[in-house]
């Protein structure tokens, strides 16, 4: 009997419990729909409004110097070389310079250095009118081929580089056939400047997205050839100027990493660019640019995020002295509600 009461007992209990949960959540819900719940309700006085756009802005301009500071530290050398390394007899007809094997496409050039630019310094190339997303263009891949090789069978996407005489084409489309192709080597006075070419892709493109048992098979070997060949004995997740480069642009004005120079140059030094001017850009009336360039913290040269903030604090001030010469000339003391449309008396006829 004792047993029988004890349980009985500990099932009220439960069943108050129960029944007290659920009337709480009626009560919630019954508050929430007739959105009667507790809630923050700050009352947007003139001063109020004032002193918040006040210190938004005041908060905005120094990180907009600090920002604007950082990206106007960074030192960037840019050298377009497309025209001035076409030899003078083709200036006229650069296509059929670019399409002429038999000539030479060497081409060296001087840099100055205008200021101390600390290591790394960043090589890019820089394509201009290059539309790397054109639906055709972008559509023209496979990411399965990229991963698995040979194992992944369709390749229909990559139409019109799928195939080669019947033969699979991995990697395929017209992206990967595009590939750049021209190549930079850099020498300060009799010494050579040594080009970091490992770790440019993205760790998650390497690790996850090329895979590391695919090889380049029947890479380039059509009628007509693209851009840059591969080694076909090094799998595509060592290939890391393809993976670079597959990672499209959507403007079409675009730079992609090239590789990295880590030691120091100092101001007025002198450096010897050898180039090859390899890429066909003069078809589409693209041009290619040289980039070197050190990065702060911030990154790389861009001076948007800077004065984005100094004029958006600006403005903000701006607003703020506006509202507040309103306010002093018009103000409206706390309580005064005469003036409200629903407090008017109509005039007695």
Known sequence: MEMDGRSSSSAVIEAD???????????????????????CKPVLS???????????????????????????SVVEIVYRYDGECVPEPYRSNKLAYIKDDSISKNCSKSLKI?????????????????????????????????????????????HPE?????HPIVPCGLIAWSLFNDTY?????????????????????????FGKQVYPVNFQNGTLIGGANLDPNIPLSDQEDLIVWMRTSALPTFRKLYGRIEEDLDADDVISVNLFNNYNTYSFSGSKKLVLSTSTWLGGHNDFLGIAYI?????????????LLLHVNNPRPYGDTSNLSWNWKPISS
């Open 17 to 39: 419990s129960v029944s007290l949960q659920q009337s709480r959540r009626s009560k919630f819900i019954h508050q929430f729909t007739q959105q009667s719940l507790p809630a």
């Open 46 to 72: 003139p001063p109020f409004v004032i002193s918040v756009f006040f210190v938004v802005g005041l908060i905005f301009i120094p990180i907009g110097i600090v920002a604007l500071h950082a990206s106007r």
């Open 114 to 158: 205008p200021k101390h630019m600390k290591a790394p310094i960043y090589i890019y190339y820089q394509l201009d009118n290059y539309y790397q997303n054109h639906r055709r263009y972008v559509k023209s891949r496979n990411d399965k081929q990229l991963l698995h090789g040979l194992k992944y069978h369709d390749a229909s996407s990559c």
């Open 162 to 166: 799928d195939a080669n005489h019947g």
């Open 185 to 209: 080597s850099f020498s300060r006075g009799v010494v050579d400047l040594k080009v970091n070419r490992k770790n440019i892709a993205w760790k998650s493109d390497r690790e996850h997205k």
């Open 311 to 323: 004029s958006i604090g600006t403005s903000l001030i701006f607003i703020a002295f506006v509202f």
